[in-house]
């Protein structure tokens, strides 16, 4: 049983450029969700999904988007990366989200 | 709006000692989770406790304790005689059914520094 799987681990970005940070589940969890943790701001929440085919934004949704087409995969695509993205980045999953979410062991994302 | 405070940005002890990190939360919902979570040096999140807006009892594991007191919207945590292997970064969450998904809100964290 794999958890929750994030890749890549590590990743470097120019700035302008796109990329999709992957996340998938193999728990068939409902809930699950994206956060950016910085130094000193803890985590904070960019997007949700409470099922296949539905998402909303979360506190810091700007420059990020979504889609859910499986219930299996969340990923999070940056559009046109800038330096204040660099963070490390998780993705979570729920049965139900008041159960407690799973969480990726991370993707740490440098933009230059 | 949610929201989770953890005043104490940084803590450090000594082996053995005992050391409490606060957490104060805002909601207007009666229904909410409380978790904490734990974040060694490795960076992963490993989940501590979850805790439901009706159930104040407080609970112990090994040299954990919980405090849940709904009159100050408070959910500290306790680690009792603290080891090395106890620093870490701890951060309090709270999840709301009614409010982004139940996603988890977290507070900023507390760095527990503990030294031999």
């Known amino acids: 049983n794999a958890g929750v799987t994030q890749t890549p681990k590590f990743q470097v970005l120019k700035t302008g450029q796109s990329m999709t940070l992957q996340c998938a589940q193999d728990m068939n969890h409902e809930y699950m969700s994206w956060y950016r943790q910085d130094p000193g701001m803890g985590l904070r929440l960019i997007h949700y999904s409470v099922g296949a085919g539905i998402t909303d934004q979360g506190e810091v949704p700007n420059g990020y988007n979504v889609s859910r087409s499986t219930t299996e995969d969340f990923p999070l695509r940056l559009l046109s990366a800038a330096p204040s993205q660099t963070s490390v980045y998780f993705c979570a999953s729920s049965l139900q989200g008041s159960y407690g979410y799973t969480f990726g062991s991370g993707t740490r994302l440098t933009v230059v | 709006a949610q929201k989770v405070t953890q005043a104490q940005t940084e803590i450090s002890v000594v082996e053995k000692e005992d050391v409490t990190l606060d957490c104060v939360y805002e909601?207007?919902?009666?229904?909410?989770?409380l978790f904490w979570y734990k974040q060694p040096p490795s960076g992963e999140l490993v989940f501590l406790i979850r805790r439901n807006s009706f159930d104040e009892q407080n609970e112990i594991s090994g040299r954990y304790s919980w405090n849940f007191q709904k009159s100050t919207s408070s959910f500290n945590f306790t680690i009792t005689a603290s080891q090395v292997v106890d620093s870490a970064v701890y951060f309090c969450?709270?999840?709301?059914?009614?409010?982004?998904?139940?996603?988890?809100?977290f507070g900023k964290g507390t760095t527990l520094s503990v030294s031999s």
């Open positions: 909601t207007r919902d009666t229904t909410y989770y």
């Open positions: 969450a709270l999840s709301d059914p009614n409010q982004a998904g139940t996603a988890l809100i």
